[in-house]
C-alpha cells in the first residue's frame, strides 16, 4: 500500500469537496474493493476521502411507493430489514446473497452500485426494478447510470447519496456463481413493475444490461414458457477461464427461468 | 481408594495438545518473530516467463529512503557458491543420468519463470523495500516462452537450458516391456485412455517466510524458515549452496501453518536471506504474501499420459503399459525428479494382480513454477490413472465395475506380494475395505436414489475408487540405489527427566498433523506416563538430532517407530536399575505402563516410574560400575520397507444439467491405514485429504497461458475448496497390521488425497453415462460439463 492522506468528513458537502479539490483523491465506505487494491498497490490515490462519517448517507426508509436506501448501507442491514424484506423481499434476498458474512458485514450498497463491477449483485436489482440514483449533484435513472464496466453516469466529485427503489408487484433474482471468487457468473433480476417488466442480466457482460427480448414476452405472458425459447446472444458476453460467452449466454436463459420462479 | 488413572495410550480420541496453543493465537509462526536490529527484504521477481537480462540498475533504488542494500544475480554470482541442488538423481532409459540444469539462487543472465527472483532488496521495512523494489529497472530482452508439456517438447520450441537439450530432463522407464509387449498381443481386449492430471497450487494457509541471521561473535548462522525438515535444509543449503559447515548452522521451523509437501523443499529465499545476513550484519526476514506463494510455490502434479490395459476374456488384467510426459517447471526442485517416476510408476499395480507393467516418463522444462512433491506425490497421479482405467475398461468390457475389481485384487493370503514394478507389499486386504465402503454407501441402493434425482432433473452419479499407496519411503539403501541423495530413516529421542517426566525429541516436523499428541499417546502407551507429562520437541537444529522430517506419510511409520526403539532402550535400561533397587534379577523385572510401575514378577514388590527416573539422576543407590546414569536414549529407524495403506473410497454426486454445476452428495473412505494411534486425527488426516480430493476432482486447475503468464494467480481465479464445496465425509478404518514395524502402523496423511479424485471423476462420469461420457479430465468445473451435456444435446 502506497502512503495517503485520509479524511473522514462528516457531511456530503465537504466529501464532495474534498473530491473536487483533488483529483487524484477516492472515496471510501465500505472499502472491499478499494482495500485490496491499495494493498496489491494497484491503486495509488493521493488521499482517501472515507465517507462514513456521513450521517445523512445512511438508514432505510419507505416513502409512498418506493425503498431509499442510504449509501453507507451495509449488505447486511439491507438483508435484515423488516422493510425491505416486507416491500421487496427479492432485493433483501439479493443482499443476503452477496460475497460471505465479511463482505455482507462491511461492504455498502453505494459503494458496489458506484464501482458498478459486472460481476456485482446490486447493479442488477437497481436496472431491474428501475431504481433512481440519488447522487450529490441530482436524480439519475437507472437507464442511465451504468455505462460500462467500473464506468457509471456519475462524475469524479459526485457522490451516491442513495438508491431510491419503486416497489414492484413482484420480483425476483438468481444467479449463477463464479467458482473461485464467488462473484457473479450470470444472474438475472426480473421484476413487473408499474411502468412495465424488467428484465436486467449482470455477470455475463461487461455491464450489468436489459435483456429486452424476455422483457417483451413477459409483458404479454408471466410465465417461464413465455422465456422458455429465448437465446441470449453470446456476442460481447464475457469469456475467461471459468467459462466461455457460450456457456455465460446459456447461464442467462436458466437464471432468468430461475428468477422468475422465484418472482412468482 | 486409588482411583484408575484414564487410559491415555494407543487407540484413544485425546484432544489435540497444540490445538489450545493455536485457537488462541499463541502459535510462534516465522512471521511472528522478530529478531533484533532486524531488516525486511523483498525479491523483485520477473514479470517474464523467458528472458535474457540485459542489465539490472539498482542506483535510484539504493537511493530510496530506508534501503540498507540491494543485491542481484550478479552479486550472488561473484561470490561463486553454489545454485539449489536436486535431490534425487533419475537416470535415462539408456542409463546415462538426466540433465540438471543450474537452479541460481537469484537469477543471473536469464529469467525462466514469472516469479524468478532478479534482486533482493533490504530495507528497514517491508514497505521501504516494495517501493525501493520497484524503482529498479530491468533491462530484459523478452524471449519465447513455453508453458505446456507438448509444446516444451516440441519441434522448435524456446529451449530453456542448455544443458537440457529439447527441454528434456530425463527419459525413464520401469518394468520390463518385452512380457507387456507379449501380453498385448495375445489379449482378449486392450483398453487405452488419454488423460491429464491437473497442474494443482498448494495454498498452505500459512505463506512461506525466512528470517537469516548471521552471529560475528559465534560464527553461527541461524535461519528461522517454514520448512517440513530443517535438518534437510541445513544439509542442502550448507554443503551444496552456501559451504557453511553445519556445526555454524542452526536451522528452526517453529509452527508452520500447512505445508502438503510445498515446505519440503530448499527454496531460493532462504539461501538468500542466510547469504545476505553477514553482509548487511543484522537479520534479514522475508515473508510471502499471497500473491507470491501462488508464483513461487513448487505446483504440484500436472502429467499427460496414455495408459493401455490388456485383459483376457474374463476381464483379468493381463498387461498395462503407461507412456507420462509430467511437467517439472523451470527449474528442479528438491524432490521434482521422484515423483514422477519412483513415487508414480511404482505404484501402477495399484490394488491388482496386473503380472506385467511398463511405464515410460518423460519429464520436461517449462517456463513455469518448479513443480514437486505436493500431497500424495505421483500416488494421485497414479492412482487416477489406474481407477480411471479400471472404470473404462470394466464398460467396455461389460463387466460391472465392482465385480472387475474383484477379479483382480491380490488376495488377502497372497501377501507379501511383489509387483512388477519393484514394490512388494506385506499386508493388506482390499475385499475387506470395499466391502465396507459398499455397505456404508449404500451402493447396492444407488439406482432408486438415481431415479428420484431424475424426478427432480437431476443427474446422480456413483463412483469406487479401490487404491493403494505406499508410505515411509524406505529403505536408505534402496532409495540411495534409486538415486536418492538422502537417507530416508528417521531419529527420535527420549529424555526422562528425574521426576519422571518425559521430553520427546523427535526429527519429523509437526505442521498440522498433531504429532505432539500422537507421540504423547505413544509414550503414555509404552511408558505409561500421563499424557500431560510428555513434551514433543521437534523443528530446531540444535535441539534435535539429525532427522529426516515430515513428508510422505512417514512420521509416525518411521519417526514413531525411532521412538518405540528409544523407548525399547528406556524400558531396558530402567529394568535394571530397578532390579538393583528390588534386589533381583533383571529377567525377573516387568513393567507394567498400565500401573506405571516394575515389579518382581510373582511378587507383590515393584518400584514406581518415578522412583527409577529419580535414582538414573540421583545414583546414591546405583549399579554404577554396570550402568551409566541418566535414562535418555535415541535411537535411529531405517525401515525395511514402505508402508501400504489402502482402502476403497466412494463418491455420490449430483448434477445440474442446466448451470454443469456438481454437487458433493455423500462421500465414504474406508482406508487401512495400519493401527490407529488417535482415531480423531486420523479422521482429520483423511476428512483434509479428501477435501483436497475434492479440490483437485472438481475444483482446482493452476492454468498459464502460451507465454506462461499464470492465469490462475490469486483466490479470485483458482477455487480452493470451500466447505459447501464438499460433502460429509464418512471415515471408517479397516486395519491390517504392517508387518515389519512394531507399532503395526502405515500412515494416513494422504490417503484422503490419493483415493478420491479418481472416486469423484468415476461419479461424475457415471453421473454423464446416458450422454456418451467416456473420460473427463479434471477439474470437472461447471463449464466443463455444461460444454459436455451441450455437445452432446447439439449433435442430437
Not at chain 2, 57 to 84: E, H, Q, W
Request: glycine letters at 10%; aromatic letters at 6%.
Amino acid at each position: 500500500m502506497y502512503d495517503f492522506s485520509y479524511h473522514k468528513p462528516s457531511s456530503v458537502a465537504d466529501a464532495v469537496k474534498l473530491l473536487a479539490a483533488d483529483p487524484d483523491a477516492k472515496a471510501i465506505s465500505g472499502g472491499h474493493t478499494l482495500l485490496p487494491a491499495l494493498k496489491h498497490r494497484l491503486n495509488k490515490p493521493t488521499s482517501l476521502v472515507d465517507l462514513s462519517g456521513i450521517a445523512e448517507m445512511k438508514g432505510i426508509k419507505r416513502e409512498g411507493n418506493a425503498i431509499i436506501i442510504g449509501a453507507l448501507t451495509r449488505h447486511v442491514e439491507v438483508a435484515n430489514s423488516d422493510v425491505v424484506k416486507g416491500a421487496i423481499p427479492a432485493l433483501a434476498y439479493l443482499a443476503s446473497h452477496i460475497g460471505d458474512n465479511q463482505v455482507r458485514n462491511r461492504g455498502t450498497i453505494g459503494g458496489s452500485v458506484s464501482n458498478n463491477d459486472p460481476a456485482a449483485d446490486y447493479p442488477s436489482a437497481v436496472l431491474g426494478l428501475g431504481a433512481t440514483i440519488h447522487t450529490s449533484k441530482r436524480k439519475i435513472a437507472a437507464d442511465d447510470f451504468f455505462l460500462g464496466m467500473f464506468t457509471t453516469a456519475m462524475e469524479a466529485d459526485e457522490i451516491l447519496v442513495a438508491v431510491e427503489f419503486p416497489i414492484p408487484e413482484k420480483a425476483g433474482y438468481a444467479k449463477m456463481k463464479n467458482p473461485a471468487s464467488r462473484y457473479v457468473m450470470a444472474g438475472a433480476f426480473i421484476a413487473k413493475t408499474a411502468s412495465g417488466v424488467r428484465v436486467a442480466i449482470n455477470g455475463a457482460g461487461p455491464c450489468v444490461f436489459r435483456q429486452t427480448a424476455m422483457e417483451a414476452a413477459l409483458a404479454g405472458n408471466w410465465s417461464a414458457a413465455a422465456i422458455a425459447g429465448i437465446k441470449q446472444d453470446a456476442d460481447g458476453l464475457n469469456s475467461d477461464i471459468h467459462g466461455s460467452a457460450e456457456y455465460r449466454a446459456h447461464l442467462v436463459g436458466v437464471m432468468a427461468k430461475r428468477a422468475l420462479a422465484a418472482a412468482g | 481408594m486409588n482411583a484408575v488413572a484414564p487410559f491415555e495410550g494407543i487407540g484413544v480420541r485425546m484432544r489435540r495438545k497444540e490445538d489450545l496453543r493455536f485457537l488462541s493465537g499463541k502459535g510462534s509462526y516465522t512471521d511472528d518473530m522478530s529478531r533484533p536490529n532486524q531488516t525486511h527484504c523483498v525479491f523483485l521477481r520477473s514479470p517474464h516467463a523467458h528472458a535474457a537480462i540485459r542489465s539490472v540498475d539498482t542506483a535510484a533504488a539504493a537511493a530510496m529512503p530506508g534501503v540498507v542494500r540491494i543485491f542481484t544475480g550478479a552479486d550472488y554470482a561473484a561470490d561463486k557458491l553454489g545454485g539449489v541442488p536436486c535431490g534425487w538423481l533419475i537416470h535415462n532409459k539408456d542409463g546415462s543420468p538426466m540433465n540438471e540444469p543450474p537452479h541460481p539462487v537469484l537469477a543471473h543472465g536469464k529469467v525462466r519463470y514469472v516469479g524468478d527472483a532478479v534482486a533482493m532488496v533490504i530495507a528497514e521495512t517491508r514497505e521501504a523495500a516494495r517501493d525501493a523494489a520497484e524503482k529498479i529497472v530491468v533491462d530484459y530482452d523478452v524471449l519465447p516462452a513455453v508453458a505446456g508439456i507438448n509444446e516444451a517438447l516440441a519441434a522448435g520450441a524456446p529451449q530453456l537450458h542448455e544443458a537440457a537439450p529439447r527441454n528434456i530432463c530425463y527419459d525413464w522407464h520401469i518394468g520390463e516391456k518385452g512380457p507387456v509387449d507379449v501380453a498385448f498381443a495375445a489379449a482378449h481386449k486392450i483398453v487405452t485412455l488419454d488423460l491429464t492430471n491437473n497442474r494443482l497450487i498448494p495454498n498452505a494457509m500459512e505463506p512461506r517466510a525466512a528470517i537469516g541471521e548471521y552471529d560475528a561473535h559465534s560464527g553461527e548462522y541461524t535461519l528461522h524458515t517454514t520448512s517440513q525438515n530443517p535438518h534437510v535444509i541445513r544439509l542442502l543449503m550448507g554443503a551444496f549452496v552456501l559451504n557453511i559447515p553445519e556445526h555454524k548452522l542452526r536451522i528452526v521451523a517453529p509452527d508452520v501453518g500447512g505445508g502438503f509437501g510445498s515446505k519440503i523443499f530448499h527454496y531460493i529465499e532462504e539461501a538468500a536471506v542466510t547469504w545476505a545476513a553477514p553482509k548487511v550484519g543484522r537479520p534479514i526476514k522475508w515473508t510471502a504474501d499471497r500473491t507470491e506463494a501462488f508464483m513461487t510455490d513448487a505446483h504440484g502434479r500436472d502429467h499427460i499420459s496414455t495408459a493401455r490395459l490388456a485383459l483376457d476374456k474374463d476381464g483379468k488384467f493381463l498387461a498395462l503399459h503407461v507412456q507420462t510426459k509430467a511437467n517439472l517447471g523451470a527449474y528442479l526442485s528438491t524432490f521434482a525428479t521422484s515423483v514422477p517416476t519412483y513415487l508414480y510408476a511404482t505404484l501402477l499395480a495399484g490394488t491388482y494382480t496386473t503380472p506385467a507393467i511398463y511405464a515410460e516418463v518423460t519429464s520436461v522444462f517449462t517456463n513455469t513454477v518448479p513443480v514437486d512433491a505436493y500431497r500424495g506425490a505421483g500416488r494421485p497421479e497414479a492412482t487416477f490413472l489406474l481407477e480411471r482405467l479400471v472404470d473404462v475398461a470394466a464398460r467396455e468390457t461389460g463387466i460391472d465395475r465392482v465385480e472387475i475389481r474383484r477379479r483382480n485384487f491380490i488376495k488377502p493370503d497372497q501377501f507379501p506380494y511383489q509387483t512388477p514394478v519393484a514394490l512388494q507389499y506385506d499386508s493388506g486386504n482390499y475385499f475387506a475395505t470395499l466391502d465396507a465402503a459398499l455397505a456404508s454407501s449404500d451402493w447396492a441402493g444407488f439406482e432408486a436414489r438415481r431415479a428420484e434425482a431424475a424426478k427432480r432433473g437431476k443427474l446422480r452419479g456413483i463412483g469406487i475408487s479401490t487404491y493403494l499407496e505406499a508410505c515411509g519411503i524406505a529403505p536408505s539403501a534402496v532409495a540411495g540405489a534409486l538415486g536418492a541423495r538422502a537417507g530416508l530413516y528417521e531419529v527420535g529421542a527420549i529424555r526422562v527427566h528425574p521426576t519422571g517426566s518425559v521430553t520427546v525429541l523427535t526429527g519429523t516436523h509437526s505442521h498440522g498433523q498433531g504429532h505432539e499428541t500422537t507421540f504423547a499417546q505413544l509414550v503414555a502407551d509404552q511408558l505409561g506416563v500421563p499424557f500431560d507429562k510428555v513434551d514433543v520437541v521437534h523443528g530446531d537444529t540444535s535441539k534435535i538430532p539429525f532427522g529426516m522430517g515430515t513428508y510422505g506419510s512417514r512420521s509416525l511409520p518411521v519417526g514413531g517407530t525411532a521412538l518405540v526403539k528409544a523407548m525399547d532402550k528406556i524400558i531396558a535400561k530402567a529394568k535394571r536399575i530397578a532390579a538393583h533397587l528390588l534386589e533381583a534379577d533383571v529377567a525377573d523385572i516387568e513393567f507394567d505402563p498400565r500401573a506405571g510401575a516394575f515389579k518382581v514378577a510373582g511378587t507383590d514388590r515393584s518400584k514406581a516410574w518415578g522412583e527409577i527416573a529419580l535414582t538414573a539422576y540421583v545414583p546414591h543407590n546405583y549399579p554404577i560400575e554396570e550402568l551409566e546414569p541418566g535414562l535418555d536414549e535415541t535411537a535411529y529407524y531405517d525401515p525395511k520397507n514402505f508402508t501400504f495403506p489402502g482402502g476403497c473410497h466412494i463418491a455420490e454426486v449430483e448434477i445440474d444439467p442446466d448451470t454443469g454445476h456438481v454437487a458433493m452428495i455423500n462421500f465414504t473412505a474406508v482406508d487401512d491405514v495400519g493401527r490407529v494411534i488417535n482415531p480423531m486425527i486420523v479422521e482429520g488426516q483423511v476428512q483434509g485429504g479428501v477435501a483436497q480430493g475434492i479440490g483437485q476432482a472438481l475444483l482446482e486447475a493452476c492454468v498459464y497461458d502460451a507465454q506462461g503468464q499464470l492465469l490462475s494467480g490469486s483466490m479470485m481465479d483458482y477455487t480452493m475448496p470451500r466447505a459447501d464445496d464438499l460433502a460429509p465425509v464418512s471415515v471408517a478404518t479397516h486395519t491390517t497390521l504392517c508387518t515389519h514395524n512394531p507399532l503395526g502402523v502405515k500412515g494416513c496423511g494422504e490417503v484422503g488425497a490419493i483415493g478420491s479424485p479418481p472416486a469423484v471423476i468415476n461419479a461424475v462420469v457415471d453421473a454423464l453415462r446416458d450422454h456418451g461420457v467416456r473420460h473427463l479430465d479434471m477439474p470437472a468445473t461447471p463449464a466443463k460439463i455444461w460444454s459436455i451435456i451441450n455437445t452432446r444435446m447439439a449433435a442430437e
